[in-house]
C-alpha cells in the first residue's frame, strides 16, 4: 500500500542519505518544501521524494554543483509551466476542430 506521507527517517532510508543531508537539501533548494506536523516534523509526499531522487541523481551520478542543480530545477519548472500552458493552447485547438467537423458532419446529415 502506497502511503500520502513519509518520515524523514523513512525517505532517508528509501534514498540512502542521511536526515542532515535532507535538511540542508532543503535550505538550498526552494522546491524542497516537506509539510511539518506538530513538533515540526517533517512529512515528505511522493512528489517530493520524486524531487529528493532528481537531486539525488543530478548530485551524484551527473556530478551537477549545487548551484547546477538549483539552475536546472528552475529550468524544468520553467518548462514545465511552459508545457502545461501550451497543452492548454492545444486542447482549445483540439475542440474547435472537433466542433467544427460536427458541424460538417451535421450539415451531411441534413443532405
Not at 514545465?80 to 486542447?91: A, M, T, Y
Request: proline residues 4%; aromatic residues 12%.
Amino acid at each position: 500500500m502506497k502511503k500520502f506521507y513519509y518520515t524523514i527517517g523513512e525517505v532517508c532510508n528509501l534514498l540512502d542519505l542521511k536526515p542532515h543531508v535532507l535538511r540542508y537539501w532543503e535550505k538550498e533548494f526552494p522546491q524542497v518544501h516537506p509539510r511539518k506536523k506538530f513538533g515540526r516534523n517533517r512529512r515528505y509526499n511522493p512528489d517530493d521524494i520524486e524531487l529528493l531522487k532528481k537531486i539525488k541523481y543530478m548530485l551524484y551520478t551527473q556530478k551537477y554543483t549545487v548551484d547546477g542543480v538549483r539552475k536546472k530545477l528552475k529550468e524544468m519548472q520553467k518548462n514545465k509551466n511552459q508545457i502545461e500552458f501550451n497543452f492548454s493552447e492545444d486542447k482549445n485547438e483540439i475542440k474547435k476542430k472537433l466542433i467544427n467537423e460536427l458541424k460538417a458532419v451535421r450539415e451531411l446529415l441534413k443532405k
